[in-house]
């Protein structure tokens, strides 16, 4: 399988955020087997920046990610990002995620979908949960977290067993089997 290789710039954030996005998207796109991650150059470029891409085609990148976050004034962040093909000296898009402080991690997910879709041709599912139960002792909990596995959170806890956690089509609701009533 070739990889593509692909940088991603340090997000300039001003220091206000602790979640590093450029380092989520990375792991996202790494975790696929498809990306293969140069080390960026050392300046922190923003989605408004136009990058010296023959510099960063130079470096083997064939796709740079740059990107911004700054806070809004409703207390919300806009997480920016704008995608550039080396190779070609193209601008390949970018969006805006106005989210919380507890979606961030989300918008990181959205940016590595969105690459993922401009450099293969297919949806990326790094914005999806996954479900999954755990068992500690007598305990049985239905979890649901980020596609990474970050982020669970425990939506039943039961001493019988659960089983088959199933999502619906559309992804909204979950189905699974439990036992709580024998």
């Known amino acids: 399988v070739t ?26 796109l790494e975790r696929s087997g498809q990306f293969k991650f140069i080390e960026p150059l050392p300046a922190r470029l923003d989605e408004t920046s136009r990058p010296d891409l ?18 809004l004034a409703d207390g919300r962040f806009d997480v920016r990002f704008r995608l550039w093909d080396s190779v070609r000296g ?5 969006l805006s995620y106005p ?12 940016i590595a979908d969105y690459i993922y879709e401009k450099l293969t041709g297919d949806k990326g599912v790094f914005a999806t949960r996954i479900a999954y139960v755990t068992k500690a002792g007598p305990k049985y909990t239905l979890l649901v977290a980020d596609s990474d596995g ?3 959170r425990a939506t039943l806890t039961s001493p019988e067993p659960i089983i088959s956690p199933s999502w619906a089509p559309g992804g909204a609701q979950l189905a699974y089997v439990s036992f709580e009533s024998r």
């Open 150 to 152: 970050e982020n669970a």
């Open 3 to 28: 990889q593509i290789p692909i940088s991603a710039a340090a997000f300039r954030d001003n220091g206000l955020v602790k979640q590093d996005i450029a380092a989520i998207v990375r792991a996202d």
């Open 54 to 71: 023959t510099a960063w085609r130079d470096k083997g990148t064939d796709a740079l990610l740059t990107g911004s976050v700054s806070r």
């Open 99 to 110: 989210v919380g402080a507890a979606d961030l991690r989300y918008a990181a997910h959205k």
């Open 90 to 94: 193209q601008d390949l898009g970018g």
